[in-house]
């Protein structure tokens, strides 16, 4: 039987898109019978406090030596010298959604700290997977080769078709009603809820109403100002932040919807596009990181990221226009069928991990 340890920052249940992609992998493993132990590491990895290193530290020490630890990149890159601690007696395999000092929303000086200490933590990792090309090819700046270099998306679930409001799917007007818009992602600076606000606030001549799911604990003093800004700007009735949603609400929400939107400045993947194209959803995004590459052609509009006024041009023809809101919204239904779904990249996965896959 194959075996493998996981090292996940915090609650493997955590509903952020990295924790969701490392469960399903591991939930995908367990399923083609490999013996799989998760070790749920606590504190504010990247910045863990010392205890809470103190108790990795315990952790890997307590791992057989030769056995094949997978360790999320949020905490892989904060340990360079645990790292090259074990590199010897374990198989290290840095599983990397994005690099720590892409997060977005710190100094300079920090963001120099963080890269160079995920590029020294990489030097002693066996392999290295990431979740698509655009991060593979933005790990090139921290020196990796491409023999340790694998790619594995994640994947989707089968999903019903958004049914949203009439007006939203119909070729007439929206006049009647407000389009239902939904943005699942963690209030964080990094996924430009702000940028967001502020297009729509640009927009009040439109009928439209969003919802927005995502943890408000990760960053509480930005979710504290995204907040103020709907208040300043007099969207408190059209704009509800919900914080962090379980899956069955959030699944009602895709379902409710007529467009999703995602303002991100960064993201590694951006998985909660593909949940959005499952559905059959329109979108309008940004080009931000991989997001260019994640949204299938024709299946939204995206613009680049940190630009408000950009993003409320692309608003406007999605929520104002139903003809172009009809186009998009087919495109998006024709994509569906050719998602990956995460039993294949469970396999994918673990074919990596088999060094028999490897990213050209």
Known sequence: MQSAHFFVPGKL???TGGSIYDRRI???LRAKGWDITVHECAGDWPMAASADRADLAARLDGVEAGSLCVVDGLIFGAIPELAGA???RLSLVALVHHPLCDEGGMGAAQADSLFASEREALTHAARIIAPSDFTARRL???DVSDGRLWRVPPGTDPAPLAEGTAEGTAEGTAEDAPLRLFCAASLTPRKGHLDLVHALGTLTDLPWQLDCAGSRMLAPDHARAVQALIDELGLGRRI???GEVAVDRLNAFYQASDL??????YEGYGMVISEAVAHGLPVVTTTGGALADTLPKGAGLAVPPSNPEALAVALRLAIGYPSCRAA???AA???RDRLPDWTAQAECFAESLGLEERLD
């Open 13 to 15: 249940s955590r509903a």
């Open 26 to 28: 591991v939930a995908g």
């Open 140 to 142: 090139k700046d921290f």
């Open 260 to 265: 999703f939107v995602l303002a991100s400045h």
């Open 328 to 330: 998009l919204t087919k």
């Open 86 to 88: 074990h590199a010897a």
């Open 240 to 242: 509800c932040l919900h």
């Open 333 to 335: 239904r024709a994509a």
